[in-house]
């Protein structure tokens, strides 16, 4: 069957089956999937009522781990086992996490084999902790904002909305020419993400803050709630040339929009030292460990 290509009227369908899942990561909301299936090329079908994803031009080798009820999700993964027999080959589910891994073992014990990607895992917060940022180990942090507070007395926060979207598209072109967007492959990715985000911000119904310094947009955010008790920061930008922007726009955005929720995930570090020390540096209370399961069809006769 061919994938079918992720759209806007699509919501309410996909949310359907991602709901059903537990885990708290934030590849599993639709404002992600959508805006970076056109990198991707990733699409959507709905096998023994669950949803799956797949890559186009990758379809008989890997789909993302089933999304629906636990017998809907078994039925669907012996669908794609037995699948895998018959073409032969590799075989994996993408987005595998450590529940996930378990339901394997539970239905097919000994056929698959777990490989976490520790530069895809989460960072997962505390709401407080990054709201108050109180006790030594948050010293240097709160340092970074009264040093922003006292550079830059005339600052103010605001809730993105129609009348200032277009500051932070301009703002957000400003940070591509300085941070060299044209020349690596992946930021300039980033970035088209970030700038479509803002496009569609009503309707893929997110939430978004900025902040002024001197009546101009030095940062902005944008992110959702993920599951009742935690809230997702998809997007953070902010211009270095402004000491403490990062660490302000950080502290503003949680305090404003994420304090009905006890964790804040913050996504992934996709292995870049400096950004794996800067998540590191904010404690993180756990990670949410994604991976790939592969099958080995071998040890698999008694089910197909």
């Known amino acids: 069957m061919a994938l079918k290509k992720i759209e806007l009227e699509d919501r309410e369908l996909l ?6 899942k537990e885990d708290r990561s934030c590849d599993m909301v639709f404002p992600n999937i959508f805006l970076w299936s056109r990198k991707y090329k990733v699409g959507y079908e709905i096998v023994e009522d669950c949803l799956v994803f797949g890559e186009e031009g990758r379809q008989n080798v890997n789909r993302s781990f089933p999304f629906g009820t636990e017998e809907n999700k078994r039925r669907a993964v012996l669908h794609f086992m037995k699948q895998a027999k018959e073409n032969g080959g590799e075989w994996f ?3 595998t996490t450590e529940s996930d891994f378990a339901l394997l073992e539970k239905w097919f014990p000994g056929c698959f084999t777990i490989q976490y990607n520790r530069d895809r895992a989460d960072y997962v917060y505390e709401t407080e902790k990054l709201a108050t940022l109180s006790g030594k180990k948050y010293h240097k942090k709160k340092n970074h904002v009264n040093k922003f507070k006292s550079l830059y007395p005339d600052w103010s926060y605001e809730r993105i909305t129609d009348d200032n979207v277009e500051e932070c598209f301009q703002m957000a072109l400003k940070w591509r020419t300085l ?3 044209d020349d690596d492959e992946e930021k300039n990715d980033e970035m088209c993400v970030t700038m ?3 496009r569609l911000i009503k309707e893929l119904r997110l939430s978004g803050g900025l902040l002024r310094v001197n ?3 030095v940062a902005f955010a944008i992110g959702e709630p993920l599951r009742k008790d935690m809230f997702c920061v998809h997007i953070e930008k902010a211009l270095t040339e402004i000491q403490g922007a990062y660490p302000m726009i950080n502290q503003q955005f949680v305090l404003h ?3 009905d929720y006890k964790y804040v995930n913050r996504e992934e570090d996709t292995g870049l ?3 794996r020390k800067a998540k590191e540096s904010y404690r993180p209370v756990f990670l949410v460990n994604k991976g790939y399961a592969h099958l080995d069809i071998s040890r698999c006769e008694a089910y197909i």
């Open 93 to 95: 589910f993408n987005l």
């Open 215 to 217: 009546g101009e947009v």
């Open 257 to 259: 929009e994420c304090m």
């Open 15 to 20: 949310d359907r089956y991602l709901l059903t």
């Open 179 to 181: 941070n060299g967007c």
């Open 273 to 275: 030292e400096g950004l």
């Open 196 to 198: 479509n985000a803002l």
